[in-house]
């Protein structure tokens, strides 16, 4: 027999042995795995992960049990740091996926867009959004070129500022429903746009790990916050590195549209598009079919996956 609705929960922290769970009247509890669920198969990229569903049942008041993590839609997936090479599932269940990055301070970095997509496309995640940020900055309008790549290959772009309020209004209000992620470089203005969405948010994490922590994990994982007018947001770990894990190097150009569509007219079956003759990608690239900078991105996840995908097979051998 399958659980109430009303006992089915929503993961938003994961910090030790302790799960956070909201419940459907968004109260908070902490849970431990049950034995059995604890003991089971290790699911891929890990356990238990921000935005899972779970089947819980309540033990004394604020804390409970989990006895079953529910299949997941989608996630958000790459390769951990460390020298080992794992996969670390950042959230799961994921609505939204911004991309953020700024137009200027740091300069634009199309190859981090295209890392990014790679990942949301090789999770399952439908909902991508590429945010520039700062174009208060760009006086030049250096990011049109960019915007328009990315908005000719299909996906939705938002230039913003979140010093001025530009463009801001069309942002946040993608985020007042369901599960909503951000990803970005560093000084791109992610913090600066979850404020503008939320201005309190910031003191609502920090109240939440002394409350979930107790001082007493230093955590790399993700986070969920609810958000006042509804949904919720991830608090993602810092990004040093953005690299897709566990594609097959084969299937890495499915994941470009515009190469994809060209695969099947290449003169050699099995082409790498890397440098045989007759390669009708790399034709494209210099017609200017093909975006460069999307090709050399192109060639610079192949060769991680390739040495990844190497290192992987020698840890299990």
Not at 33 to 45: E, T
Not at 46 to 54: M, S, T
Not at 120 to 136: F, L, P, R, T, W
Not at 300 to 306: D, F
Request: one cysteine or more; proline letters at 5%.
């Amino acid at each position: 027999m399958s659980p109430d609705n009303d006992r089915i929960g929503l993961v938003l922290r994961v910090s030790g042995w302790e799960i956070l769970v909201a419940d459907h009247d968004r109260g908070d509890h902490l849970c431990q795995l049950r034995g059995k669920v604890k003991a089971g198969p290790r699911r891929v990229g890990g356990q238990v992960v921000a935005g899972d569903r779970v089947d819980w049942r309540p033990t004394d008041p604020g804390r409970g049990i989990i006895e079953a993590i529910r299949p997941r839609r989608n996630f958000i997936s790459r390769v951990a740091s460390g020298p080992r090479g794992v996969q670390q599932v950042m959230v799961a269940n994921v609505d939204r996926f911004f991309i953020v990055v700024a137009a200027r301070q740091p300069a634009l970095r199309p190859g981090f867009v295209d890392r990014a997509l790679v990942i949301a496309a090789s999770g399952g995640i439908e909902g991508v959004v590429i945010c520039i940020n700062k174009i208060d900055l760009d006086a030049l309008r250096e990011r049109d070129q960019v915007i328009s790549l990315y908005r000719d290959l299909g996906y939705e772009v938002i230039a913003t500022s979140a010093m001025t309020g530009a463009g801001m209004p069309a942002l946040i209000e993608r985020f007042h429903e369901g599960l909503s992620v951000l990803v970005g470089p560093s000084g791109g203005g992610k913090s600066s746009i979850l404020n503008a969405v939320e201005p309190e948010l910031g003191l609502r994490t920090q109240e939440l790990m002394r409350h979930h922590d107790r001082g007493r994990h230093t955590t790399t994982s993700s986070s969920l916050h609810r958000l006042s007018e509804g949904g919720y947001v991830a608090d993602t770990p810092g990004v040093k590195q953005l690299q897709p894990w566990g594609i097959p190097v084969d299937e890495l150009v499915s994941y470009f549209p515009e190469m994809a569509a060209l695969t099947g007219a290449c003169q050699f079956r099995d082409c790498s598009h890397l440098h045989e003759p007759g390669c009708r990608i790399r034709e494209a690239v210099e017609d200017g079919r093909i975006g460069a900078s999307r090709y050399d991105s192109f060639e610079r996840i192949h060769g991680e996956t390739t040495a990844g995908n190497l290192q992987e097979a020698d840890r299990r051998s």
